[in-house]
């Protein structure tokens, strides 16, 4: 029962995070703001009709508020090799912010700059970085870092004659655009074959 008590401080904790008043979630999620209020100070019970539409608008899952403090710390999914690229994921799915250890080859087939919604941020650990942004080039050393709109065409790529490594950052919708975008774009490159 112990995760269920947390339930109430969790969501609480999710909303303030963002900034976010009871009257503005609450409006949000079409419940009052005394029900919010009763959720997260664990004096109404949660229900899947309560909790959904609340972790909806927050953009967490109801796992996130029921998983246990103590938690092991490691994160745990696979790391992606395909094409001269991989992609380790850093953060746990359900993180609003992803973070991903990305290695470009310089042999990775060409593609074509792309644009989806979101927001990227890279720090390059070693290599050069080319990125193309709105057709102009920059090149990343080491030690340097990127942030731009993923709105704008883009392409990021290895620039010298060795692999590059960099610590990519997404926002949530920018990770599910940019690795559907990366999938199709490979698919492509490779004539389909997965």
């Known amino acids: 029962m112990d995760e269920l008590d947390q339930l109430g401080p969790r969501l609480r904790s999710a909303r303030q995070d963002r900034g976010w008043t009871l009257d503005h979630l609450a409006d949000l999620a079409d419940m009052s703001p005394s029900t919010l209020s009763r959720l997260e100070s664990g004096k109404r019970q949660a229900s899947l009709e309560l909790l959904l539409p609340?972790?909806?608008?927050?953009?967490?899952?109801?796992?996130?508020?029921?998983?246990?403090?103590?938690?092991?710390?490691?994160?745990?999914?696979?790391?992606?090799?395909?094409?001269?690229?991989?992609?380790?994921?850093?953060?746990?799915?359900?993180?609003?912010?992803?973070?991903?250890?990305?290695?470009?080859?310089?042999?990775?087939?060409?593609?074509?700059?792309?644009?989806?919604?979101?927001?990227?941020?890279?720090?390059?650990?070693?290599?050069?970085?080319?990125?193309?942004?709105?057709?102009?080039e920059h090149l990343f050393s080491a030690g340097e870092a990127g942030e731009f709109d993923t709105r704008r065409p883009h392409l990021i790529r290895a620039a010298g004659p060795g692999p590059a490594e960099v610590i990519s950052l997404f926002n949530i919708v920018g990770e599910r655009m940019h690795l559907h975008s990366l999938t199709a774009d490979l698919d492509e490159a490779s004539g389909g074959a997965s």
């Open 54 to 136: 609340l972790t909806r608008q927050l953009g967490i899952t109801i796992d996130t508020l029921l998983a246990p403090r103590d938690r092991d710390p490691r994160v745990r999914r696979a790391t992606v090799q395909q094409n001269g690229m991989t992609v380790a994921p850093l953060t746990r799915e359900e993180s609003d912010v992803r973070a991903f250890k990305i290695t470009y080859s310089p042999a990775a087939p060409t593609i074509s700059p792309r644009t989806h919604e979101g927001h990227e941020w890279f720090y390059v650990l070693s290599g050069i970085i080319r990125l193309t942004l709105d057709g102009q």
